[in-house]
Structures are given as C-alpha cells and as structure tokens.
C-alpha cells in the first residue's frame, strides 16, 4: 500500500523547528518499509531541510 508523507521535526514546545536539517528513518509496526521515493529519500531515510519535507511516497510492506 501506499502512502504520502509529510514530515515535520517539532521542537520541545511543539513549533516546527526550522534549525534541523538532517535525515530521519522511517519504521512501521507491524509490518515494513519497502521503500520511500522523492529528491529527499534516501532508502528508508528521509532528509528534512528548514525542519520539513513534504508529499513523499512510502510504499509499506504491512504485515500482522
């Protein structure tokens, strides 16, 4: 199945925090990743500039 992901780094008052520019990975349970696609995907590992990306397709492998 498929999904659109948009992913946003919150600070520890819940505002977007716009200083972390880094890569994050993305897990499911149950089930896994199959893959994750766009410019900032990189396997199962999304970059997140300015603190966000946006409209990334996952493709899960869902399992019970």
């Known amino acids: 199945q498929t999904f659109r992901l948009d992913l946003t780094a919150v600070d ?17 349970r149950p089930g896994s ?14 970059l997140l500039k300015n603190g966000v990306a946006s409209g ?4 899960a492998a869902l399992c019970t």
């Open 12 to 28: 520890s008052f819940g505002q977007v925090d716009t200083g972390f520019n880094g890569y994050i990975r993305i897990t499911t």
């Open 33 to 46: 990743v199959q893959s994750v696609a766009g410019d900032a995907a990189n396997g199962r590992n999304v």
């Open 56 to 59: 990334l397709p996952l493709i």
